[in-house]
């Protein structure tokens, strides 16, 4: 293990309520292959013995796991990893999935930075200040961008440290739960970008004018505040709507 990576998840990880501990240790086997897609998680009662705490902190931290498409949890038979090795970032939307589990993805980040609101969003208003994320995601065999996303968080002295020791395990949704901003609601929008801006192609290594898809993301706390809004430019040969009922 990256010792350096393991101190800056054990920072980020103070204070942390007893759910986020839980799901972040068992996030961990299920992503360094531990458990992998299809294995059974041990039963509630195994879990609440292993962990010394309640049912309800359990049930809490498979939701939280569930939430990132890491589990699923079938009703008297127990929760099965789905987590297949391939992830786009879990805040890259609820309702977006990869098309193909074979293929391999490197992220890099392009910025993550503290400053003003500068895309628009109906509920922040220009200006705002934030915390930016811009994530490209690319393809590992020939370098293409299948993911171009750029986050704001409305600022809040909390972020302080992520400048400071960068995004846990690389993720911005992993890194705001354990700062306590836990999603309660949100809204999605998908849409089409009907012709990739020259700006953005150069960006992503791709061709001006392809035809890609759009996403639009919303997130509040149980209290309404917003968490994040996020735009997302995804590849639709790889993202397509992926819905549950």
Same mark, same amino acid.
Not at 60 to 71: C, D
Not at 111 to 123: F, H, K, S, T, V
Not at 161 to 170: H, I, T
């Given at each position: 293990?990256?010792?350096?990576?393991?101190?800056?998840?054990?920072?980020?990880?103070?204070?942390?309520?007893?759910?986020?501990?839980?799901?972040?240790?068992?996030?961990?086997? $299920?992503?360094?292959?531990?458990?992998?897609?299809? #294995?059974?998680?041990? *039963?509630?009662?195994?879990?609440?013995?292993?962990?010394?705490?309640?049912?309800?902190?359990?049930?809490?931290?498979?939701?939280?796991?569930?939430?990132?498409?890491?589990?699923?949890?079938?009703?008297?038979?127990? *929760?099965?990893?789905?987590?297949?090795?391939?992830? @786009? +970032?879990? /805040?890259?939307?609820?309702?977006?999935?990869?098309? *193909?589990?074979?293929? /391999?993805?490197?992220?890099?980040?392009?910025?993550?930075?503290?400053?003003?609101?500068?895309?628009?969003?109906?509920? $922040?208003?220009?200006?705002?200040?934030?915390? $930016?994320?811009?994530?490209?995601?690319?393809?590992?065999? @020939?370098?293409?961008?299948?993911?171009?996303?750029? *986050?704001?968080?409305?600022?809040? #002295?909390?972020?302080?440290?992520?400048?400071?020791?960068?995004?846990?395990?690389?993720?911005?949704?992993?890194?705001?739960?354990?700062?306590?901003?836990? @999603?309660?609601?949100?809204?999605?929008?998908?849409?089409?970008?009907?012709?990739?801006?020259? #700006? +953005?192609?150069?960006?992503?290594?791709?061709?001006?004018?392809?035809?890609?898809?759009?996403?639009?993301?919303?997130?509040?706390?149980?209290?309404?505040?917003?968490?994040?809004?996020?735009?997302?430019?995804? +590849?639709?040969?790889?993202?397509?709507?992926?819905?549950?009922?």
């Amino acid at each position: 293990m990256d010792k350096s990576k393991h101190d800056k998840t054990g920072l980020a990880l103070i204070g942390a309520s007893k759910s986020k501990r839980i799901a972040h240790a068992l996030e961990s086997e $299920i992503r360094t292959g531990v458990l992998s897609r299809g #294995d059974a998680l041990a *039963s509630e009662n195994a879990l609440v013995k292993r962990f010394a705490v309640s049912r309800s902190t359990v049930r809490k931290s498979l939701e939280m796991l569930s939430s990132k498409g890491l589990i699923t949890t079938k009703s008297g038979i127990g *929760s099965f990893v789905t987590f297949d090795g391939v992830t @786009i +970032d879990d /805040q890259a939307g609820w309702t977006l999935a990869l098309s *193909s589990s074979t293929v /391999q993805l490197s992220t890099r980040v392009l910025r993550l930075e503290r400053g003003p609101m500068d895309i628009q969003c109906a509920e $922040i208003p220009l200006g705002t200040d934030c915390l $930016i994320v811009d994530r490209l995601r690319y393809l590992d065999n @020939i370098g293409a961008g299948v993911s171009l996303e750029r *986050s704001r968080v409305p600022w809040r #002295d909390t972020l302080n440290e992520v400048l400071q020791v960068d995004l846990v395990d690389g993720s911005l949704n992993t890194t705001l739960q354990n700062r306590g901003l836990t @999603i309660a609601n949100g809204a999605e929008w998908a849409g089409v970008e009907p012709s990739l801006s020259a #700006d +953005d192609a150069a960006v992503m290594g791709r061709k001006a004018g392809d035809a890609m898809l759009r996403l639009r993301r919303l997130t509040r706390e149980e209290d309404r505040t917003i968490i994040e809004y996020v735009e997302s430019i995804l +590849d639709p040969d790889l993202f397509g709507l992926h819905m549950e009922f």
